[in-house]
């Protein structure tokens, strides 16, 4: 008789399954976020403040080159407050979220649109809140927060946040 | 002298005349010479001649048919082989030639075996499984009616559907989900007999985890913002489906980490990283890792990963403000 071997179990690799969500979203708030006149020439710059690994990477590979009107996408990474300049989208990374009040006093008065990760960080200053619900991926906004960077935000957009705060 | 020679030649081929052999007679010639093909010739004559009352032409006749299979691959001969061995064991009535005949037999019907075996190895995988059934049938039907199944089930069925799960990892759409189903089957079949073998239900789970992320990580970039949630909801659906069979694994050997890292990965899939299930088996991954990557930073203090990997250890799983703030800053310095 011919023998079998018997396989090893497939091994399996733990994936981010939510970075690519979250990527998607962020593509989509460019889309149904209107910015001022002086922020539609030029690149349109989504940065990440933080890690690499997830957001930016899933961002970078899948965004990067494609366009939002006429504006090309470029995706930056950031690993300190210092390196920040202009962008239409800044995403701060769980790890980094502490610095929210530094980024809120710096882009006073721009108009970049600040998304965190983390409970509560609506009342911290950022425009827009990514959060879990249930099982879902979800996101909350915070209107006033997105009209003082002057950013309007489509009712579409509005409409899928899990909430919305005036 | 010439004469006599005669004389004994007449004598011989008259004397298998009377015993009424010379078919078989040659055709065993034939065959100890390796002359197959004319061997089967002589024994083909043999069975419709009187001859054909002899076990032992019978048993000849098969062995002839199996070397002809050998020779050329054609499965008629194998089935020709075991039609003729069984006529030999009909006409057997003593038991005579038992012990032989049910071996030729065995060794015949066994092919069928080999066969599914070698057509796995080749990625034949329907074909495969086919062969197998073929031998589980002829096995019950020519060799032992009482066979119990129950192992060579387990182990065939579990190694065919792992070569599914390796399948699929190469494919994707409709492809990568009929597959799937396919692999998944098999090892259901061996969960049927056996609820608590650790394979099947490790690699269950981990082909729906797969098939999970795999939804996400190819998702149109596109993808309108009203139909993320759609892409979403139905990953989900293949990490809950994942998960009964993940825990069962991890019930039978707690100490698997390929278990403990589909587990994480579909608790996070489903749940986000607040998740207390989440956080248990991402503290035991990380309990086992946070070693080898001080190991690991230690050998190469500008691996970005390895630091990458310690500052989350130590601002979520393992809370400690000195080492997270210290590796953080090594992090930032590298990445200025």
């Known amino acids: 008789m011919t023998g079998m071997s018997l396989m090893n179990p497939g091994a399996t690799q733990m994936k981010d399954t939510r970075s690519p969500v979250k990527a998607m979203y962020i593509y989509n708030f460019a889309t149904l976020i209107d910015w001022p006149s002086e922020y539609r020439k030029g690149d349109f710059v989504i940065g990440v403040y933080g890690t690499k690994e997830g957001v930016y990477d899933n961002l970078k590979m899948k965004f990067e080159g494609r366009a939002i009107g006429s504006q090309e996408i470029k995706i930056q990474n950031y690993s300190s407050v210092g390196e920040i300049s202009k962008a239409h989208i800044l995403y701060i990374t769980p790890t980094k979220s502490s610095q929210i009040s530094t980024l809120d006093s710096k882009f006073k008065g721009k108009s970049t649109l600040l998304v965190t990760e983390k409970e509560g960080y609506l009342s911290k200053g950022a425009a827009i809140n990514f959060v879990v619900k249930g099982t879902s991926q979800k996101f909350e906004i915070n209107k006033s927060n997105a009209k003082k960077h002057k950013l309007v935000i489509a009712d579409r957009l509005l409409d899928l946040a899990s909430s919305v705060v005036e | ?336």
């Not at chain 2, 298998?16 to 197959?36: R, S």
């Not at chain 2, 199996?66 to 006529?87: P, T, Y």
């Open chain 2, 1 to 336: 002298m010439k004469l006599i020679r005669n004389i004994s030649l007449i004598i011989f081929l008259l004397g298998n005349v009377a015993f009424g052999q010379q078919y078989t007679t040659k055709a065993y010639g034939l065959f100890q010479e390796g002359k197959y093909a004319d061997a089967q010739k002589y024994a083909d004559s043999a069975i419709v001649s009187n001859e054909r009352f002899n076990s032992q032409l019978w048993q000849l006749r098969g062995l002839i048919y199996r070397k002809l299979e050998d020779q050329d691959g054609n499965a008629d001969n194998r089935n020709i082989a075991i039609e003729s061995f069984v006529q030999a064991r009909n006409l057997d009535e003593e038991g005579k030639y038992k012990e032989k005949i049910d071996g030729y037999l065995y060794n015949t019907v066994i092919r069928y075996y080999n066969d599914a075996v070698t057509q796995m190895n080749d990625k034949k995988l329907e074909a495969s499984e086919s062969s197998y059934t073929t031998y589980k049938a002829k096995y019950i039907k020519y060799v032992d009616a009482e066979m119990d199944f129950k192992a060579n089930d387990i182990e065939y069925y579990t190694a065919l559907g792992s070569e599914y799960l390796k399948l699929v990892s190469t494919q994707s759409g409709d492809e990568k989900t009929r597959n799937t189903a396919k692999g998944v089957n098999y090892f259901q079949e061996v969960l049927k007999i056996d609820g608590n073998q650790f394979g099947p239900n490790l690699n269950i789970g981990i082909m729906y985890y797969n098939n999970g992320a795999d939804l996400i990580m190819n998702s149109d970039p596109l993808t309108p913002i009203e139909e993320i949630p759609m892409i979403e909801a139905k990953a989900q659906e293949y990490f809950k489906k994942a998960m009964p069979y993940l825990e069962k694994a991890h019930q039978l050997d707690p100490s698997r980490m390929d278990v403990i890292e589909a587990l994480t990965g579909c608790c996070y899939g489903l749940y986000g990283s607040e998740n207390e299930q989440y956080q248990k088996y991402q503290k035991i991954l990380d309990e086992k890792n946070l070693p080898i990557l001080l190991d690991k930073h230690k050998a190469n203090p500008k691996d970005k990963h390895v630091i990458q990997e310690l500052v989350r250890i130590y601002s979520t799983t393992f809370k400690d403000d000195t080492e997270y703030k210290k590796y953080a800053e090594i992090l930032n310095n590298l990445e200025e």
